[in-house]
Nanobody, 123 residues
Framework: QVHLVESGGGLVQAGDSLRLSCAASGRNISTLAAGWFRQAPGKGRVFVAGLNWDGTTTTYSDSVKGRFTISGDNAKNTVYLEMTNLGVEDTAVYYC????????????????WGQGTQVAVSS
């Protein structure tokens, strides 16, 4: 019932910044929890960042804390992931996900997922 489309990925150099967007349709995303996961080549999908608008809380993995910021725009029904100080280790396909609560979402049980956007960081 929720369609998610990620955009904003691309090829960047180490140390650069990039902002990913996740546009939602079918439901007001401000009533839900939203987050980002990523999957590096040959690796499993791991949690990156989460947002609960109702509780105005955010959660980050240790690997991105202090470098990445998750935010949302109610008017555009869109969630963003602002990434700074990018390194080669950040190269991955980034996926947007939403669910009714932040707890299950962080554990990988998001009800809805986008198709992903590729981020490639060169040294």
């Amino acid at each position: 019932q929720v369609h998610l489309v990620e955009s904003g990925g691309g090829l960047v150099q180490a140390g650069d910044s990039l902002r990913l967007s996740c546009a939602a349709s079918g439901r007001n995303i401000s009533t839900l929890a939203a987050g980002w996961f990523r999957q590096a080549p040959g690796k499993g999908r791991v949690f990156v960042a989460g947002l609960n608008w109702d509780g105005t809380t955010t959660t980050y993995s240790d690997s991105v804390k202090g470098r990445f910021t998750i935010s949302g725009d109610n008017a555009k029904n869109t969630v963003y992931l602002e990434m700074t100080n990018l390194g080669v280790e950040d190269t991955a396909v980034y996926y947007c996900t939403v669910d009714r609560a932040l707890g299950p979402l962080v554990r990988g049980y998001g009800a809805y997922w986008g198709q992903g956007t590729q981020v490639a960081v060169s040294s």
